[in-house]
């Protein structure tokens, strides 16, 4: 296990791109979606503060990356006590 530097997202992408093998990366919603691109991949819409449900399956293939966008649980919700105020 690793703690990476969020200010240095294209360096950390990088290395993971130099490093052979299968890499679990956990990233909070404000930098996951730039590691996504720095690694070639499609993020998709931004990531919501509040949205703790999106994995991203980045993969390096022959013909170029691949990006899989996959949801953990039944979904996120955003509860009325913290949902920001409109």
Avoid: Q
Avoid at 57 to 86: C, K, N, Q, W, Y
């Amino acid at each position: 296990m690793a703690i990476y530097d969020a200010s240095a997202l294209e360096a950390f992408a990088a290395e993971l791109l130099s490093i052979p093998g299968r890499h679990l990366v956990v990233g909070h919603s404000n930098t996951t979606h730039d590691l996504v691109t720095a690694l070639g991949g499609d993020p998709g819409l931004p990531i919501e503060s509040l949205e703790y449900d999106r994995l991203y399956l980045v993969s390096m293939e022959e013909g170029g990356v691949r990006t899989i966008l996959l949801r953990f649980g039944s979904g996120h919700r955003v509860f009325r006590d913290f949902a920001p105020d409109t």
